[in-house]
């Protein structure tokens, strides 16, 4: 059994390479699961007021905007599953927290420069959500960079392995050394 954690910052490429990964696994006959930390958002999210503008804003990118007990419960059922050979974990805080580092035998970090990712995320919502550029980009420059700077960048130091947020390469390389390694 393996459990590979994968984070980085918003829009980074996190699912993407979650699924890639899990895809090229599946094709070699591992059995896996995906928990996405996305999943356990609480249904009612903290805020938080923007430090420089006192906005107020549901914070979806602190540990306290997640149900974590029951996120580190489907790691330990899935780690514990005699059905499974790897299970990959991704979200935005995954190497933040420090019980969820301990259950990870490979520790990932997807980097994307901060222009890229903002302008994924403005197209993502804009399209999911239906907001509007200056909503987006209000609420990045308010929270999200700063959660990111606070809460993400530093987890790159826990990471074993960083990838490329753009491209394959880094699906590639990690399920070959699953793949010879499970």
């Not at 222009?115 to 420059?141: P, S």
């Given at each position: 059994?393996?459990?590979?954690?994968?984070?980085?910052?918003?829009?980074?490429?996190?699912?993407?390479?979650?699924?890639?990964?899990?895809?090229?696994?599946k094709g070699a006959g591992k059995r896996t699961a995906l928990i996405h930390m996305d999943a356990y958002f609480k249904k009612v999210t903290p805020t938080v007021?923007?430090?420089?503008?006192?906005?107020?804003?549901?914070?979806?990118?602190?540990?306290?905007?997640?149900?974590?007990?029951?996120?580190?419960?489907?790691?330990?059922?899935?780690?514990?599953?005699?059905?499974?050979?790897?299970?990959?974990?991704?979200?935005?805080?995954?190497?933040?927290?420090?019980?969820?580092?301990?259950?990870?035998?490979?520790?990932?970090?997807?980097?994307?420069?901060?222009?890229?990712?903002?302008?994924?995320?403005?197209?993502?919502?804009?399209?999911?959500?239906?907001?509007?550029?200056?909503?987006?980009?209000?609420?990045?420059?308010?929270?999200?960079?700063?959660?990111?700077?606070?809460?993400?960048?530093?987890?790159?130091?826990?990471?074993?392995?960083?990838?490329?947020?753009?491209?394959?390469?880094?699906?590639?390389?990690?399920?070959?050394?699953?793949?010879?390694?499970?």
């Amino acid at each position: 059994m393996m459990v590979i954690g994968i984070a980085g910052g918003t829009c980074s490429g996190k699912t993407t390479l979650s699924e890639a990964l899990q895809e090229r696994l599946k094709g070699a006959g591992k059995r896996t699961a995906l928990i996405h930390m996305d999943a356990y958002f609480k249904k009612v999210t903290p805020t938080v007021i923007a430090p420089f503008t006192g906005i107020e804003y549901p914070e979806h990118n602190h540990p306290d905007s997640f149900r974590l007990d029951e996120f580190y419960k489907a790691i330990e059922d899935a780690k514990n599953s005699p059905d499974l050979d790897v299970v990959i974990v991704e979200g935005l805080l995954t190497l933040h927290l420090a019980e969820c580092r301990e259950k990870c035998d490979i520790k990932v970090f997807v980097d994307l420069p901060s222009d890229e990712r903002l302008f994924r995320r403005i197209h993502k919502h804009m399209v999911l959500k239906n907001q509007t550029m200056d909503e987006i980009a209000e609420r990045y420059l308010d929270t999200v960079r700063y959660r990111h700077d606070e809460f993400v960048e530093p987890t790159r130091w826990y990471a074993d392995m960083v990838v490329n947020g753009n491209g394959e390469k880094g699906a590639d390389i990690l399920a070959a050394y699953v793949i010879a390694n499970t």
